[in-house]
């Protein structure tokens, strides 16, 4: 498998329920992402990490908690979601961060009822 | 700070016609660029870039340059297909910040 992968592809949960959003990173890369896009607003950078160390939280509220056990993985875990979380979630990586090009997963669409 | 403009969208277009996407930017010192694309159902792809002033990015028979003294980077492309449908980010990296990407521009290519 190459690339960048992310499982699952759509996820629909419960105000209440525990969830994971898994990514993997089949590149070399050291650094990883995690992106909300919503419709009608911009990307929204939500976390980077970079050599497994989280380098940046763009204020992102603590219901979403990111994992990076390794250079190639990265997770987030989600609890007691709101309506205004569904969104679509990409990963991405690249070489390092704050230089290169960036490398896309083809996200989860996640829907919060 | 960072920033990328592009045109609102959506852009309708018939089979074979030109395409022309503005992006321009704001930004210190001297970014990479990027144009990256988004097929329905799936993430972003890199389309293009370009690393320095009067670079021309080309793929897929589209193609933009670098234009430091206009700060833009337009994406064209001489005849668009049905397949080119998509929404179209521009995007800019600075070293030792993180990547700006603009709003996007939907793209329909109409048979």
């Known amino acids: 498998e190459t690339g960048v992968t992310q499982t699952p592809r759509h996820l629909v949960m419960g105000m209440t329920n525990k969830k994971s959003l898994k990514c993997e990173q089949h590149?070399?890369?050291?650094?990883m992402y995690w992106y909300k896009q919503s419709a009608k607003k911009p990307l929204e950078l939500m976390f980077v990490?970079?050599?497994?160390?989280?380098?940046e939280n763009n204020s992102v509220p603590s219901r979403f908690s990111p994992e990076c056990p390794n250079s190639s993985h990265l997770f987030l875990h989600l609890h007691t979601l709101q309506p205004e979380d569904s969104a679509l979630y990409l990963c991405?990586?690249?070489?390092?961060?704050?230089?290169?090009?960036?490398?896309f997963g083809p996200g989860t669409r996640l829907t919060v009822t | 700070g960072n920033s990328v403009t592009q045109m609102e969208g959506p852009v309708t277009l018939s089979e074979e016609a030109f395409l022309t996407i503005n992006c321009t930017y704001t930004?210190?010192?001297?970014?990479?660029l990027f144009w990256y694309v988004q097929y329905p159902g799936e993430g972003l792809q890199l389309l293009l870039k370009a690393t320095k002033a009067d670079d021309k990015g080309s793929n897929k028979g589209f193609e933009a340059t670098y234009r430091k003294e206009t700060t833009s980077f337009h994406l064209e492309k001489g005849s668009v297909q049905v397949s080119d449908s998509a929404v179209y980010f521009c995007?800019?990296?600075?070293?030792?910040?993180?990547?700006?990407f603009g709003p996007g521009t939907r793209l329909s290519v109409l048979p």
């Open positions: 990490y970079n050599f497994k160390e989280q380098t």
């Open positions: 590149l070399g890369h050291n650094a």
């Open positions: 991405a990586s690249s070489v390092r961060d704050q230089a290169e090009e960036q490398y």
């Open positions: 930004a210190t010192g001297y970014p990479s």
């Open positions: 995007a800019l990296v600075n070293y030792g910040q993180n990547f700006v």
